[in-house]
Each structure stands twice: as structure tokens, then as C-alpha cells.
């Protein structure tokens, strides 16, 4: 979370929805970025392609027609095995519901750890073995390094080990208080995003573990069915609310979330 980038202008509504599956074409376009595809399709190789080719049909056409659907069919199939990962990405993406914990987008994007472009999902695809340059300005792409980036379109966030973080869950909590920590209070790994006099917004990229997204509220007598988004209520799995918050307000706000989805649970008041 160190090398997050963020941007001071955030958007006003987060994006919520599912990643697509790709079209052929798309899967096609994204395959083109591929150094040894590159190679071949430059326009310098291709015509000296052409003129080997026009060769090969003028003294074994049965030979030039094997390469060429050889070749046509290997791309195709290529593209298909490609697709059908990236439809098991989109897949395990809207089961997890990974959230951008600057704004709360839903995140499954990638970018360039150098020049900050958007780079296509390839850059994952077997373990980086297809897309190992990033095709504005051929920096070297790792997700283990860190120069491969998950990316928030939203907010134009970027944070690292994207292969980790848009393959996990992001749990979210809501702790509901009668006073705020103070910053120099808040430990056990948690890092503070945002703080204002009501509220306060904690992240835990909990590693291989699910991260974990806390909002801290202490403005529980004013906090109507808007205090929190509705698709935010969906993922909170746990509801913090201090003893001593009143049974009234404790139980308005208790009927905001869906026993099915959260656990509710009484903890000793920040002091």
C-alpha cells in the first residue's frame, strides 16, 4: 500500500458492477501485445514473411498451406484458452468482489508500474509468461516485483500484487463508536486512509488472507439508511458497535444490515 498512487479528484460514484468477459477480437488485440507476436507483425518482418512465404508456395505448396494453418490455427486456439481463462478471472472477481480501498470501486484493471497505462489481464495470464513488457513503454512487468499494478479507474489508484489482491475477497467492518482512535493508537498492521471529525477508514491488505476495509463511526445518532452504500452494506461481514452507543440507536443502525450476511457483535468502547 506504500506505492499507491492516488489522485485528489476521486470520482462521485464508485463503480459496482461485474468485469466482462472478452469478445475474440479483444482477446485478439490483447494477444498482440506480446513480444514475439510484435516481432512477427512489425512491417519489416512481415515482408520478409511474405516474400518466404511466396517461396515456399512456389516450390512446396503442401508445405506452405500446413504452415499457414498452422499457424492461423495455433493463434486461434491460443486466444481461445485465453479467453476462457480470463472468463474464470471474471468469474472468480465477481464472486470475491475485490473493492479499491480509496473509493470503493470495484477493481479488476491492471497498469504499467512506470508509466501508470492500463495494461490488459494477459499481463496474469500464466504467470506473466505472454505479456512480459508493458505495451506503452516496454518496462518489465512482475507482479512479484511490483511493477505490475492492480488499478482503480475510479480513482486512478494503483497498489501492488495485483495477483493476489484481485483474486481475494474484500471484507469489509463497521465499527460503530462513541469517539474516533487516535492515530497514534491505531496498530496490528492496519493503515489509516482517511480521517475526518466522524470518521475514520482503516486497510488491511491481509496478504494471502482476505483484506479487510473498516469504517470507524462515531456519528451514530445522525446515521440514517444513507450512511453507507447499499452494495457497501452487502459485503459487511462484521458490525462492530460499542457498549456504550445507546440499545436505540445500537438497534436503528443493527437494522441497516442483513443478519443473513453480517455478524453483529457488542465490544468494549474506544477510549
Not at 508509466?115 to 518489465?140: I, K, N, S
Not at 483484506?211 to 450512511?227: E, N, P, Q, S, V
Amino acid at each position: 500500500m506504500a506505492q499507491a498512487q492516488r489522485n485528489t479528484q476521486v470520482k462521485a460514484n464508485p463503480i459496482t458492477t461485474d468485469p466482462t468477459g472478452l469478445l475474440f477480437g479483444e482477446a485478439c488485440l490483447h494477444l498482440s501485445h506480446n513480444l514475439f507476436i510484435r516481432l512477427v507483425t512489425n512491417w519489416w518482418m512481415m515482408a520478409v514473411e511474405f516474400i518466404a512465404v511466396g517461396l515456399l508456395i512456389f516450390y512446396a505448396p503442401a508445405v506452405a498451406l500446413d504452415v499457414l494453418l498452422g499457424c492461423g490455427i495455433s493463434f486461434v486456439l491460443l486466444a481461445t484458452a485465453y479467453m476462457i481463462w480470463y472468463g474464470r478471472f471474471v468469474r472468480r472477481n465477481s464472486i470475491y468482489k475485490p473493492l479499491c480501498p480509496h473509493c470503493t470501486s470495484r477493481i479488476w484493471q491492471l497498469s504499467c508500474g512506470r508509466c501508470r497505462e492500463a495494461v490488459p489481464a494477459l499481463a496474469l495470464w500464466a504467470w506473466g509468461a505472454f505479456l512480459t513488457h508493458c505495451p506503452h513503454c516496454d518496462f518489465r512487468l512482475s507482479a512479484r516485483k511490483r511493477t505490475l499494478l492492480a488499478w482503480c479507474s475510479t480513482c486512478l489508484a494503483a497498489m501492488p500484487r495485483p495477483d493476489i489482491l484481485l483474486n481475494k475477497p474484500t471484507h469489509i467492518i463497521v465499527w460503530v463508536a462513541t469517539s474516533l482512535p487516535k492515530p497514534n493508537e491505531v496498530k496490528g498492521g492496519w493503515e489509516i486512509l482517511r480521517e475526518d471529525h466522524h470518521t475514520m477508514t482503516l486497510y488491511q491488505d491481509g496478504g494471502k488472507r482476505p483484506a479487510l476495509l473498516m469504517f470507524i463511526r462515531d456519528d451514530y445518532k445522525t446515521m440514517g439508511d444513507d450512511a453507507f452504500e447499499e452494495y457497501i452494506k452487502k459485503q459487511t461481514r462484521l458490525l462492530l458497535i460499542s457498549k456504550d452507543v445507546v440499545d436505540e440507536h445500537a438497534g436503528i443502525i443493527e437494522g441497516q444490515f442483513s443478519r443473513d450476511r453480517t455478524l453483529f457483535e457488542r465490544v468494549s468502547p474506544i477510549k
